[in-house]
């Protein structure tokens, strides 16, 4: 779509992302709208992301291939070409590419990180109202009030095409605080996780 998009244009097309900086990134036309809404004059809906996160962004520094942002391309398929290659970590300051601040991805609400069941327990007992994102279980019975599993089936692909649309519908829960858990460090994990962890940065 976006090519049609620039094939219909006589000028040239520059465009920033469009979310405010530091939130959680759109993944589908409705998100786009509920932020920027009256901001932009139409939205063109080529419906939702098939892939759910954004590209990996790939560099090269005195010969060594650096992955500055993890992304829909998987770090052992850039290897398969390149060989061995280094991933950034987070940065506070002077990032070399976008997404690559500490703090980032993040929704309105405090985002914590860590292991489930150790903080649904805190939480319940301080009696804080909580949401739950979680890779594969499913937590509706559990004593959160809201509940968004990734993939049910543990499949990584839906996993990463449904992190940015359950961290949104967590933020717009009825609750004060997201508890989540990092996904095994394969396959798309590495790329959710550091969403997850950018997210929950302080």
Not at 24 to 53: F, M, R
Request: proline content about 5%; some cysteine; hydrophobic content about 40%.
């Amino acid at each position: 779509m976006a090519q049609e998009l620039l094939l219909s244009l006589d000028f040239p097309l520059a465009a920033p992302s469009a979310n405010p900086f530091g939130y959680i990134s759109p993944t589908k036309a409705s998100h786009v709208n509920d932020q920027l809404g009256n901001k932009v004059p139409y939205i063109l809906d080529g419906g939702n992301c098939e892939v759910g996160l954004e590209s990996t962004i790939v560099g090269i520094e005195q010969g060594q291939t650096i992955i500055y942002r993890l992304g829909g391309t998987q770090v052992s398929a850039i290897e398969d070409v390149v060989g061995k290659v280094l991933i950034l970590p987070q940065s506070s300051s002077n990032p070399k590419s976008p997404g690559m601040l500490k703090s980032h991805y993040a929704p309105r609400k405090t985002f914590i990180l860590g292991n489930l069941e150790e903080l649904m327990e805190k939480y319940s007992t301080e009696g804080t109202s909580f949401g739950v994102l979680s890779f594969d279980r499913d937590y509706t019975s559990s004593a959160a009030s809201a509940n968004f599993t990734l993939s049910k089936k543990g499949d990584f692909n839906e996993a990463a095409k449904n992190l940015f649309a359950g961290m949104r519908y967590l933020d717009e829960a009825d609750i004060s605080v997201i508890l989540a858990e990092e996904l095994p460090e394969e396959h798309f994990g590495k790329a959710i996780n550091d969403r997850l962890r950018r997210a929950a940065a302080k």
